[in-house]
């Protein structure tokens, strides 16, 4: 586990890749909303951004995260003040969050 992190929820991979996840507890918490999966990981996020274009959920400010992650889970690496589907206000709310976090 380690410091703040931002993450991308795949559901498109979750669904629809069954062979690729190792374990049944992997594929039960593929089967979930990301919001749920995300707790029952443990992960905490400040702001999720649900992405319909791309069947996608983005959790922003993360922590708990894991080492290993499922591979419907990957980091993000995007900055929210240029993402679309993110505000202004939200994207300044996560920016001011993470630097008061660091």
């Not at 062979?19 to 039960?28: M, P, S, V």
Request: aromatic fraction near 10%; charge should be negative.
């Amino acid at each position: 586990m380690n410091n703040m992190k931002d993450l991308r929820f795949d559901t498109l991979y979750a669904v629809y890749s069954g062979g690729d996840l190792k374990t049944a507890e992997e594929k039960r918490l593929a089967s979930l909303h990301p919001v749920q999966a995300l707790k029952e990981l443990g992960i905490r996020y400040f702001h999720a951004t649900p992405q319909t274009m791309g069947d996608q959920f983005w959790f922003w400010n993360c922590t708990n995260v894991p080492d290993e992650l499922p591979p419907y889970l990957s980091l993000l690496g995007l900055d929210p003040r240029k993402c679309s589907g993110v505000s202004e206000d939200v994207a300044n709310k996560i920016i001011e969050n993470r630097s008061t976090n660091d």
